[in-house]
């Protein structure tokens, strides 16, 4: 079951950016986020992958088919400047393989994508994600192979999904237009603005689980 609230703030033409927690072990979210957004705004978002993802040439392949790009912040600003929409997740995969213990707590946000919307002037659009991290139980990571494909790897306790609701919710558009590109300099500047993001994402997460009845997580 999926519900999605918001989708007004995601405007049907123009650059924008949208971030994401990120959460599932698997990558749900970006692929079912991507699938709302094109069905209900005919956009076909471009999603900003781990470099897992151009590993290997047949998953290079795939990755393409699943319109996702590298992580490489000259490519991300050249996609902005075309006007097309760009998804980012700032937790990468510390969100996405945190353990279930530490399940809708959200780790700190790379603020990569604030740097990125002061160069192109483009306004960031925040998601609370839900659902997904009801998906997977995870115990933890293993670093074995972290050298050889650029990740650690989750240790979940089930292979299929277990049932969940899932709710995408769009929250209000922030605009960095009043700042300059000196600002991207400024390492404290992007650091702050990526924690106030974070927190309004957390704090509709927060909402959310009341609603649904927060003793059940």
Do not use: C
Not at 156 to 161: A, D, G, I, V, Y
């Amino acid at each position: 079951m999926l519900e999605t609230e918001g989708l007004e703030h995601v405007p049907r033409s123009g650059r924008v950016m949208i971030v994401p927690n990120h959460s599932g072990l698997l990558g749900w979210d970006a692929s079912v986020l991507q699938n709302e957004i094109l069905r209900e705004k005919k956009r076909i978002p471009r999603t900003m992958a781990h470099a897992f993802w151009e590993s290997q040439p047949f998953l290079k392949k795939i990755s393409r088919k699943m319109g996702l790009i590298t992580t490489d912040f000259k490519l991300a600003v050249k996609t902005l400047k075309k006007n097309k929409l760009l998804i980012i997740f700032p937790e990468a995969e510390h969100g996405n393989f945190k353990p279930s213990h530490k399940m809708y707590q959200l780790t700190n946000f790379n603020p990569g994508f604030v740097a990125l919307s002061l160069m192109t002037q483009t306004p960031i659009v925040p998601v609370a994600i839900l659902g997904a991290e009801e998906n997977y139980i995870n115990i933890g990571t293993i670093d074995w192979f972290e050298d050889q494909i650029g990740a650690k790897i989750p240790i979940p306790l089930n292979l299929l999904p277990l049932p969940s609701k899932w709710k995408i919710k769009f929250l209000k558009p922030i605009s960095l237009n009043k700042y300059s590109r000196k600002d991207v300099k400024n390492e404290k500047f992007l650091i702050e603005v990526a924690a106030n993001v974070r927190f309004r994402i957390q704090s509709a997460i927060h909402k959310e689980l009341v609603t649904r009845g927060i003793f059940k997580f």
